[in-house]
């Protein structure tokens, strides 16, 4: 199974910075990796699909990138409805496996 | 607009079974393969199950592979997973998805609870 390893756990950011989250595949996934944000009592919601794409209706503020083993999601001019939990999906092979997500809290 | 709603969650005892519906509507069901996922309270998330479009083939984990059971109904535009031998550690929300390659739309998810 493709190990999916997601950093950092946590994050506290200012309003109006920029972030990034890092997911590490233990092998070569060939972009076949998504991003999803979920916030509290909510259903994960689809940001970036083929490691940079962005889903319809995302605020362009979020972007993806990466290759091989490394992506990233990064979020730029961070606002107050961002706090949320972020996941990585890699769909390369069966089994799909999540990364272990990353708490965005703003200060 | 894409709808996907669950049902058939609750509390069950170790080793029962339950089965879980999800409809849908906004879109023309027989056209996409389908997933479940299931989220641990205050955990990760967990692929469970997919099915494709016309139900011929289906995929597992293999932490579920022999005990849950993917199907849909095409004529009803609605998708199942049968839990058999459940335990503790399925206990979750279980989401139904649309995958569009990948999960693109999701339900509102629906409670699972395996304790005795």
Same mark, same amino acid.
């Given at each position: 199974d493709i190990q999916m390893t997601q950093s950092p756990a946590s994050l506290s950011a200012s309003?109006?910075?920029?972030?990034?989250i890092e997911c590490l595949a233990s092998e070569d996934i060939y972009n076949n990796l998504a991003w999803y944000q979920q916030?509290?009592?909510?259903?994960?919601?689809?940001?970036?699909?083929?490691?940079?794409?962005?889903? $319809?209706?995302?605020?362009?503020?979020?972007?993806?990138?990466?290759?091989?083993t490394q992506y990233s999601?990064?979020?730029?001019?961070l606002e107050s409805e961002d706090a949320a939990?972020?996941?990585?999906?890699? $769909?390369?092979?069966?089994?799909?496996?999540f990364g272990g997500g990353t708490k965005l809290e703003l200060k | 607009e894409v709808q996907l709603v669950?049902?058939?969650?609750?509390?069950?005892?170790?080793?029962?079974?339950?089965?879980?519906?999800?409809?849908?509507?906004?879109?023309?069901?027989?056209?996409? !393969?389908m997933t479940w996922i299931r989220q641990a309270p205050g955990k990760g998330?967990? !692929?469970?199950?997919s099915i494709t479009n016309t139900g011929g083939s289906t995929y597992y984990p293999d932490s579920v592979k022999g005990r849950f059971t993917i199907s849909?109904?095409?004529?009803?535009?609605?998708?199942?997973?049968?839990?058999n031998s459940l335990r503790s550690e399925d206990t979750a929300t279980y989401y139904c998805?649309?995958?569009?390659?990948?999960?693109?739309?999701?339900?509102?998810?629906?409670?699972?609870?395996?304790s005795s």
């Open positions: 309003l109006g910075e920029t972030v990034s916030k509290p009592g909510k259903s994960p919601q689809l940001l970036i699909y083929y490691a940079s794409s962005l889903q $319809d209706g995302v605020p362009s503020r979020f972007s993806g990138s990466g290759s091989g999601l990064k979020i730029n001019s939990t972020y996941f990585c999906l890699q $769909d390369s092979e069966y089994p799909w496996t | 669950e049902s058939g969650g609750g509390l069950v005892q170790p080793g029962r079974s339950l089965k879980l519906s999800c409809v849908a509507s906004g879109f023309t069901f027989n056209n996409y !393969w998330l967990e !692929w469970v199950a849909r109904d095409n004529a009803k535009s609605t998708l199942y997973l049968q839990m998805t649309r995958d569009g390659g990948i999960p693109t739309d999701w339900g509102q998810g629906v409670m699972v609870t395996v």
